[in-house]
Nanobody, 125 residues
Framework: QVMLTESGGRAVEAGGSLNVSCKAS??????????IGWFRQAPGKEREFVAA????????RSAESVKGRFIISRDNAKNTVYLQMNNLKPDDTAVYYC????????????????WGQGTQVTVSS
């Protein structure tokens, strides 16, 4: 069981920036062996993939809707993954969740067994 804790969500104006964090603890995997993904869910909508990053020699992938605006990175020494969100838009308003799975990168939420509680990001126009 990997415990994930998100932080950093808040209200921001359109065009602004925000950096949210996901810290992992527990479990039997080394943090470097874990893929960390960010997903988001807006009211009345399905949970959607935002970005994900692998462990050692990191490979990352981002949704088309956030490419060029959001950057995912990780600090293995701190067991933490970051999502830097720039040029935020009202459509980015959602609860942002981080999730974890071992080894291979995936964009499908159902393939991630461990989830955090989420952090609210609200972008006003």
């Amino acid at each position: 069981q990997v415990m994930l804790t998100e932080s950093g969500g808040r209200a921001v104006e359109a065009g602004g920036s925000l950096n949210v964090s996901c810290k992992a603890s527990g479990g039997t995997f080394d943090f470097e062996d874990l893929v960390i993904g960010w997903f988001r869910q807006a009211p009345g909508k399905e949970r959607e993939f935002v970005a994900a990053i692998t462990g050692i020699r990191p490979e990352s992938r981002s949704a088309e809707s956030v490419k060029g605006r959001f950057i995912i990175s990780r600090d293995n020494a701190k067991n933490t993954v970051y999502l830097q969100m720039n040029n935020l838009k009202p459509d980015d308003t959602a609860v942002y969740y981080c999730a974890s799975r071992p080894n291979t990168l995936s964009t499908w939420p159902k393939t991630y067994p461990w989830w955090g509680q989420g952090t609210q990001v609200t972008v006003s126009s």
